[in-house]
Structures are given as C-alpha cells and as structure tokens.
C-alpha cells in the first residue's frame, strides 16, 4: 500500500481511532514478533468495533461501515499477518479477497440458488453458510468443474468465511491429472504457513496427489502433508509416499499412518502397505496397536492371531519385518562430542541458525529470527531462548557427528540430522518423540544423564 493510500485511509478515522490505528501501524511496521503484531491488530479491530468470533456472522464486506472499511484496508496490507477471534477472515491475504482488494476465486463468485422456497444469488460464501449441514451436498449439486471445486475446498478448509468443512468432499483421487501442480505447490505452502488451518486434513489428499502426478518435487518441509489411507486409498498412498526421496520416506510414512487415528485403522492400513514399504518402525507401530485393533467394534475388529499371521507372512518376503518381530533392536551408543550454549547469533552457524529458528516453531508455532531468540532483554521475556538453550552434537562410536540436538526452556528440544534441518526427534516434557523405536532409545540413554 502506497503512503498516499495509507493516509487517505487514515483520514477516514475520526480522531481517537486515527490515533489507535497510526499506534498499531507503527507495531505491523517495526521488527516486533508476530504475537505481539496481531494483539496490535486485534486492539485496533476492537477500537473499529469490529464483532467478536462467536458473537456474530462474517457480514458481507460492503456493509462495513467506513471507518471498519478503512480499519480492514490498513490491515489487509501485511503480508502474513493473522489476527483469529475476530468476525472477520482472520488473516491477511484473506482480508483482501473479501474486501475486493484481490480478484475473487470461487468462494467469493455469486451463485444462484433457492432457499426455503426463495430465490437467492449471493456468493458462494454466503450461500454455503445458509446452507449449514447441508453444504456439502449443495456444493457438489453446482457441478463446478474439478479445479474451481479444489480451490473452493481448500479455501473453506483455510477457513475463510468460518464455512464448516468437515461435511464437504473434494472428489475422487482417480480425478487428479498431471493439470494442477501449481494450485498444489500454492496450497501446500499456505499449509506450511497457516498452522491454524485447515481443519479438514482430508484436502492434503488432492494438494499431495496434485504435486506428485504434476511431477512437483517433493520439498522436506511438505512431508508432514503425506496422506495415508487402506483400501481404495492403498494405491494412492504409494504413489505419494513412494515420491518422497527414499531417505526421508520412512519417517514421513510413519507420521502419516500415525495420523490415521490410533487402533484399527493404523494397523489396516499399516498392513496394507508394509509389503511395500518394510520397515521395522511400520511393523512395531503395527505392533504397538495390536490391543486397540483387537477390542475394535466387531465389523472392524482384527484378532491379534490374524493380525500376527499377516505379519508372518509379510516377513518371509521381508528381513526387516522378521527382524522386528524377533524382538527390540540395541540402541544405537551415542555420546555427547560437544556443547554450544550460544548468547548471540553469530555463535551459531548458517545451517545452526536454521534449525533454531526451526525449533522455536516446533516449541509453539512462533516465528522468530535468531537474534529475537537470543535477544537478552526482549520485550517480551517468555519469547526468547536466551539463557536456556544448548544445542549439543550428538556422536557415534567412531566419534563423527550423527545429530545436532537443541535443548530448550527446560523440558523442551528438536534433534535434526548432524548439519541439516531434517527434524528426526522431539523432546516434550523432557520425553523423546521418535518415530523409529531404536533411535529414541539411544536419544534416551544419552540425554537422560545431560542437565537441563
């Protein structure tokens, strides 16, 4: 937004609201961390007397007053900014597709339609939010074509317009062609961005489809969206999963049939794609929800003799497999080669600076550099690390460096491979999350003894 712009904005306000606007700008407009930008957009928002989320609909956008216009406007003019709670598209880019600023997509196109004997023409938007339960199936009697439908499915699991998305359906995996890649790569780094969203993890189905049959190299940071599934969905998940680089396969694999839902549905699909993609984690992730998938409603219910006699049966085709029924493999020995309780960023190298700046994500989605991480007196004391963090190098016997593990306010860490950002453990309430057995067990035997 050009100054000329900002200021004509600002002359809409009247004079106590200019002065809490030109206050919030100054915030968006600094190096301040991202929470305390959006507590500076919502104080402005409430000073517009904008609706709360809960105490009423988004209205349309053209029955803003002026000063909420303005208000919206000035806001709608950074970036990433995201400002939930609030009866409004709760982020940025959204604001600007509402407000008209951006050309409409699908959502924001006017549909016809009849509502309680009523003829109706109002944007899609709108019309799905009088639609209610009922939503689902109103949008696929429109018979959008299959691009206009992804896009409307993924922008009402961003929640935009708070339209509800767990009764829509996008389609069919055999409907994805090689056509999409690029609404793919956009929408899976929207999801990468927004972590509040989407709240239907069914649309990593057609994003991951679309990027694989598009050829779209998977990056790293995109694993975390591999879609899982048994049955009709086998197929599909192999070819997905197989288009991950084989050295990160594994552990994506695993975190998405972890992602299934405990029980009987991780080890139907477990089951189903252990013959293709052996490992011991699968198996003992298999294993690890025997008991559940034994004492599951009778119609999904799978006894543990038939659940070990596929398993037999896998293993004779699969040495890893066998290996991991025999019992629990010896941790790997790891030893402690060396200790960095940085003070500033320039203690830390490029790839060191990377993966803090990566933890400080994982530790609770904030979004930070490595200079706020390690400021000594932020604003904010909770949001720097300075003081209590370590990044410790993690050795085999030979005495090379296998991990780079970061320990952080206490109770807390991120262990990634030595000099990368591949994340391979996590540490919660002093705990180690690991998808391979063997791996944590060594991460445990090493970290138990270091003091926090």
């Known amino acids: 937004m050009s100054d000329e712009s900002r200021e004509m904005r600002l002359e809409a306000l009247d004079e106590p609201l200019r002065a809490t606007a030109t206050e919030t700008l100054d915030v968006l407009d600094g190096d301040g961390k991202n929470a305390l930008k959006s507590r500076a957009a919502s104080k402005l928002l409430e000073a517009a007397a904008f609706t709360r989320h809960g105490d009423g ?6 029955d803003l007053t002026p000063a909420q216009r ?12 995201q400002f939930y709670g ?3 598209p709760g982020a940025a880019w959204k604001l600007r597709r509402w407000l008209g600023l951006d050309p409409p997509g699908v959502i924001e196109r006017p549909v016809s339609f009849s509502w309680d004997g009523e003829a109706r023409t109002e944007p899609l938007w709108q019309a799905m939010r009088s639609m209610g339960r009922k939503g689902g199936e109103f949008l696929r009697g429109l018979g959008l074509p299959l691009a206009e439908r992804l896009e409307a499915y993924a922008d009402f699991n961003f929640g935009l ?11 069919d995996p055999a409907e994805i062609g090689t056509d999409l890649g690029e609404w793919g790569r956009r929408v899976a780094e929207q999801l990468t961005v927004d972590q509040r969203h989407p709240t239907n993890k069914d649309v990593n189905w057609p994003v991951f489809l679309a990027l694989v049959r598009a050829g779209v190299p998977i990056e790293p940071r995109w694993d975390v969206l591999l879609p899982a599934g048994d049955g009709d969905l086998r197929q599909p998940t192999i070819e997905c999963a197989t288009a991950i680089p084989e050295a990160r396969r594994e552990l994506a ?12 549905p991780t080890v139907r699909a477990g089951l189903e794609l252990l013959p293709t993609f052996p490992s011991r984690a699968l198996t003992e992730l298999i294993e690890a929800n025997a008991d559940s998938a034994a004492s599951a409603p009778k119609f999904a219910r799978i006894t543990k003799r038939d659940l070990y006699r596929r398993l037999k049966e896998i293993a004779t085709d699969h ?31 490029d790839i060191q600076q990377q993966q803090l700046v990566m933890s400080a994500g994982h530790y609770d989605g904030r979004e930070m550099t490595a200079d706020e991480l390690l400021d000594p007196e932020p604003e904010d004391e909770e949001a720097s690390f300075y003081g209590f963090v370590k990044l410790l190098t993690l050795v085999e016997a030979s005495g090379k460096p296998v991990y780079d593990a970061w320990i952080y306010m206490t109770d807390s860490g991120s262990i990634y491979r030595a000099g990368t950002t591949e994340l391979v453990a996590e540490i919660i309430q002093l705990g180690v999350e690991c998808n391979d057995p063997r791996l944590r067990d060594g991460l445990r035997l090493v970290l138990q003894g270091e003091p926090s």
């Open 57 to 62: 609909p988004i209205p349309d956008a053209a």
């Open 70 to 81: 303005a208000v919206a406007e000035l806001l709608s003019a950074y970036g990433q900014l």
């Open 86 to 88: 609030w009866a409004i």
């Open 161 to 171: 317009y708070s339209v509800s998305s767990f009764k829509l359906s996008w389609g």
């Open 253 to 264: 694999l695993i975190g998405a049939v972890r992602r299934i839902a405990d029980g009987h």
């Open 319 to 349: 040495p890893i497999v066998a290996e991991a029924l025999e019992g629990p493999p010896q941790a790997p020995v790891l030893t402690v080669g060396g200790r960095l309780e940085p003070r500033q960023a320039s203690d830390l190298t």
